[in-house]
């Protein structure tokens, strides 16, 4: 099976564009009209990469971009819109965006550009599957078993599983703990 995308745009044809050319490329496509059904979707399922537009309605790129990583603080994604002065730039790649690109944009040129990205996050050699007595974590399909009982795990709970079991003979303080969870403590 492919790495999943989640596309988060308000125009339906630029949407199927994006996605006809990512399926065909081997990809899963999740697709959202705006912020808030792409938040929904992503609490639901498992992302590879993120691609968003910034001028949506209900909930903008940039805040659901920020309530994404709250619940994946290094969840990889790339900006396609159409604000393209300088300060959009930059804000959005302080965000941490891997790419930004304008529109109008090559379908063809996005898809180079998704996987490279793609290709570079995957190559770092992280640890892709941890055993930790009866537990079983493989991070790739975001899949948690004791035995073989299937847990049932929200991102979040199991992002927090992962840090937790593969750091085993590590003693968390909140604070770091919280941190790298992509929540700040007071």
């Known amino acids: 099976m492919g790495k999943t995308i989640l596309l988060v745009d308000d125009e ?4 199927d564009i994006k996605k006809r050319y990512l399926v065909q490329a081997g990809y899963q496509v999740l697709v ?5 059904e792409g938040l929904e979707l992503f609490r639901k399922k498992s992302v590879d990469l993120i691609i968003t537009d910034i ?3 209900n909930m903008d790129g940039y805040d659901f971009i920020s309530e994404v990583q709250y619940i994946v603080p290094d969840q990889p994604f790339l900006f396609t819109t159409a604000k393209t002065s300088e300060q959009d730039k930059i ?5 941490g965006a891997d790419d930004f690109i304008a529109k109008p944009f090559s379908p063809r040129e996005l898809v180079l550009r998704v996987n490279n990205i793609l290709r570079r996050l995957h190559r770092g050699g992280e640890i892709e599957q941890i055993e930790l007595g009866d537990l079983m974590m493989n991070h790739v399909v975001h899949e ?3 035995g073989e009982c299937l847990l049932e795990l929200t991102v979040k709970s ?3 599983l992962w840090i937790l079991a593969s750091n085993p003979e590590r003693v968390f303080q909140r604070r770091s703990f919280t941190r790298r969870c992509g929540r700040k403590t007071s």
């Open 144 to 146: 948690a078993r004791i």
């Open 12 to 15: 339906i044809d630029i949407l």
């Open 91 to 95: 804000y959005g790649l302080s965000l």
């Open 158 to 160: 199991f992002e927090l």
């Open 55 to 57: 001028m949506m309605p």
């Open 32 to 36: 959202a009209r705006d912020g808030v």
